[in-house]
Each structure stands twice: as C-alpha cells, then as structure tokens.
C-alpha cells in the first residue's frame, strides 16, 4: 500500500514539474562573470534546484558521518567501561572468597 501511495506522489509531481516546464520556456540571460548565456528558464530553475540539492546531500552526509564516529566512540567507551567492571567485581568476589577462606582456617 505504501509503495502505491509513493508511486502515486511521485507521479503527481512529475506531473506538476512538466506543466511547469512547459510553462517556463523563454529564454532568460545567465551572467556568469566571464560570459554570458540564454537558456530556457526551467533548465536555470532545475540547474539550481539540482546543485541546491548537491549541497544539502553533502552537508547532510557530512553531519551523519560524524554522528556514526561519535556512536561508534560511545559504544566503544561503554564497552570498555563494562569490561573495566566486570573485572572489578570479579576481583572483589574473589578477595571477598579468599577472605572467607582465610576466616574459615583462622576458626
């Protein structure tokens, strides 16, 4: 039912991004310092939308890469500190069996 339902959405905007190319044709002038262009307004607006989206793919990627490194430490860190004490309960029950050994001989 989902994927229908996303079939459906995507469907309805490539719908809307058609009507609306055919709408923007005209050609406008793109500055780009050292020359100068005409090109159809929807390819400006698609070129734009696309590199809009290029730039919050990296900066989202960017920030998920760092959040993966810093779990990755806190697992690590509360694995150790798991490791660290089981050993000194081990040690504890340990000195605690010897001292009741050393309790029972002494009686």
């Known amino acids: 039912m989902k994927k229908q339902g996303r079939l459906i959405t995507v469907l309805v905007l490539a719908l809307i991004v058609v ?21 159809p307004l929807i390819i400006v607006i698609l070129v734009s939308l696309l590199i809009g989206a290029i730039i919050t793919f990296l900066a989202a990627t960017g920030s998920t890469l760092s959040q993966r490194k810093a779990q990755k430490e806190m697992t690590r860190e509360v694995t150790e500190l ?14 605690e069996k010897i001292k009741n050994q050393k309790g029972r ?3």
């Not at 009507?19 to 090109?39: C, M, Q, R, S, Y």
């Not at 798991?82 to 000194?88: I, K, L």
Request: proline share 3%; no cysteine.
């Open 19 to 39: 009507i609306f190319a055919v709408l923007n044709v005209e050609p406008v002038a793109i500055n780009f310092g050292f020359t100068h262009v005409k090109w």
């Open 82 to 95: 798991r490791d660290n004490q089981a050993a000194q309960i081990k040690a504890a029950v340990e000195a």
């Open 105 to 107: 001989l002494q009686i």
